[in-house]
């Protein structure tokens, strides 16, 4: 490391995106989420703190209001932050310029940050879920919960059927009829953008599940990055919800990657049901962290 180095504001137009993505693919912590191709599609505003000759750097997600920049969280970006994770020293700097500079932060960092480097920030601890598939299918399956197993059996009771590749539209349409709640058509133009971008460099996959009169009943969008294969999205119609067709696209990806160096990452929730579909199949959790700063004058708050 570069005992000269020195900790700089570099705005979007200026990163240098050969040797950004060359630190995140290096990072021990690398996570999707961080690669110049996924923000230019998440964040699409996005700045960054740099250390030294890209040794560390820390992308910056970008909105403005009333004439106010502000960092946020884009949607689809579970975990940002610093990479790779530097000692406490660098990342208390990152933390201070981050803090300093911009009045309003609401921001996730990655599971390998040090959290107390940024003890100037409000914090709340989250959960994802990862599984290793490093065994073989049937060692893994040994740790699936009784409640998993009977849902399985009941999707293959019912035939539901995999296939793998599907196209973009399909799924979006599909997708927002199955919608049980009002998603901005922003959050779907998003989704669209990474589904195409990530099939373009072989990185992104579509499962779909047919039920027995072959209609599409669900689907998921799995990204592969190095060691991981992020569920990145998926969705259920109310017929792949009785069916239990999820259940049946999980196993087929378990069952696909066993016996290989993979994590299956789920990217957790807060939401109960959620989380105990993904603890089913025998996932553990590996905590991260959200930040938050609040600066804004007593007036902007309320505009806010």
Known sequence: MNKKAELQYIKHENIDSVK?????????NCRVYAYAWHLDRTAIIWDALI????????????????????????????????????????????????????LLVNYQINF?????????FKRVEKVNYI?????????ISKNFSKHTKRNIKI????????????????YINTKKQAARTVVKASTYQIL?????????????????????TNSLCAAAFIVLNKNRAYYLNAFSTSEGRKERAMYAIIENIIDEYSDSNIFLDFEGSVIEGIAR???GFGATAENYFYIYSNRLPVIRKFMK
Request: proline share 6%; glycine share 6%; with cysteine.
């Open 20 to 28: 950004w993505n060359q630190c995140i693919e290096d990072a021990p």
């Open 51 to 102: 250390w030294g000759d890209y040794e560390f750097v820390m992308p910056l997600p970008i909105k403005s209001k009333f004439g106010i920049k502000y960092i946020y969280q884009p949607v689809y970006c579970q975990q940002l932050g610093i990479f790779p994770n530097p000692n406490f020293e660098i990342q208390n700097q990152f933390a201070k310029y981050l803090k300093d500079k911009f």
């Open 112 to 120: 390998a940050n040090n959290i107390s480097a940024f003890n100037n």
């Open 131 to 139: 599984l290793q598939l490093s065994s073989n299918y049937n060692e």
């Open 155 to 170: 999707a293959h009771k019912n035939q539901v059927k995999i296939i793998k590749g599907q196209l973009p539209h399909e």
């Open 192 to 212: 669209s953008g990474l589904i195409t971008g990530s099939m373009a460099t072989n990185t992104g996959v579509i499962y779909a599940a047919y039920s027995s």
């Open 277 to 279: 579909f993904y603890k």
